[in-house]
């Protein structure tokens, strides 16, 4: 999808801009280290002067443009880079790698110094991997086709008789089970191509994703798709926030953190967002 594709995309409305650049939420809690412990020659990466970061197989639109995050281009792509630059990395410095999602957050030894597969930051994966500070703040919505079932569905309670799917190991998942609890089982894929694999074959009725990856499948992958809507957080809870997932007890995490709040506070965030992502003009709450 290019870059004219994109903007044409945010005009109707993609993702969180102003929330999604601004949230600090971090699994660090010590105070921001010094300037001159985050340079390149300093950091105790996986080969030294090199930067490993990995990223889906596929890696899909609108985080990784055409699956080929060398390229720079595509949200996460684009934060991973400058990221990168803050610690003192050049592009050349930076080699790319591939995970699933789940072997990611699993307990163990890493083949990569950052990933970036939209994680969200929760207290049970802290237990077993670190996470930079959020780089990017999300709701969950529901994906469907015209003439579905739940197409015209405006509330949550309007969902509990559907059957919906989400990706193994997400947030999608918990936020189906819980935050619609559907009267059927929710359908677990292993990822979001399967889920909606089954949903252009009508055998789910929906699927939850987040927002982002919501409008590129109705724009791009599912003919006639709609998002029904965007699920609101519970009274008390956050939105998800995507953070950089490295390691447990990586020595590359605070410094990671501080170069995502450098990146927030300077305004990098948000511009990059406003690129890849655009607005959430255009999805409604499902109340």
Partial sequence: MNRRIVALLAAAGLALTACSSTSSTSSEASASPAAE?????QLATLEPGKLTIATGEPAYEPWVKNDDPESGEGFEAAVAYAAAEKLGFTKADVQWVRTTFDSAIAPGAKTFDWNLQQFSITPDREKAVDFSSSYYDVNQAVVSYAGSPIASATSVADLKSAKLGAAIGSTSLEAAQKAIAPDQDVAVFNDNAAAVTALKNKQIDGIVVDLPTAFYLVAVEIDNGVIVGQLQP??????DHFGILLGN???LTACTTKAVDELRADGTLGQLAETWLGTDAGAPTLK
Avoid at 37 to 41: R, S, V
Avoid at 234 to 239: C, D, K, L, V, Y
Wanted: aromatic share 0%; hydrophobic share 20%; glycine share 8%.
């Fill in 249 to 251: 007890d990586s020595p």
């Fill in 37 to 41: 412990a985050c340079t390149k020659d």
């Fill in 234 to 239: 519970a009274e008390g809870e956050a939105t």
